[in-house]
């Protein structure tokens, strides 16, 4: 059984920083896409952050530039550094990846259960 699991999340002040960690872990043969996700209150689920198992990323026009995805295969891991954060980036952040849990059964989306990001003074 495949498992994402996030943590990181928590109180920030505006201008602060704060780094997500995701990692993958259960029957798992190769990972593909990888991303972060959040949602406000109110508001859709909307896309952060991915990155391709080749290590292109491609990012929301709301947080170029503040934040990184990053990720280490070896590890399963997926990593989210957000930077000069916004009371606009308060949400709750869902990582997900496209993975093949055992060769040939094809790939499936997987998510995590969320941490919580608050930015207020």
């Known amino acids: 059984q495949v498992q994402l699991v996030e943590s990181g999340g928590g109180l920030v002040q505006p201008g602060g920083s704060l780094r997500l960690s995701c990692a993958a872990s259960g029957s798992i043969f190769s990972i593909n896409g990888m991303g972060w996700y959040r949602q406000a209150p109110g508001k859709q689920r909307e896309l952060v952050a991915a990155?391709?198992?080749?290590?292109?990323?491609n990012y929301a026009d709301s947080v170029k530039g503040r934040f990184t995805i990053s990720r280490d295969n070896a590890k399963l891991m997926v990593y989210l550094q957000m930077s000069s954060l916004k009371p606009e980036d308060t949400a709750v952040y869902y990582c997900?990846?496209?993975?093949?849990?055992?060769?040939?059964?094809?790939?499936?989306?997987?998510w995590g259960q969320g941490t919580q990001v608050t930015v207020s003074s």
């Open positions: 990155i391709t198992s080749g290590g292109s990323t």
């Open positions: 997900n990846a496209e993975i093949e849990p055992q060769r040939g059964w094809g790939l499936n989306d997987y």
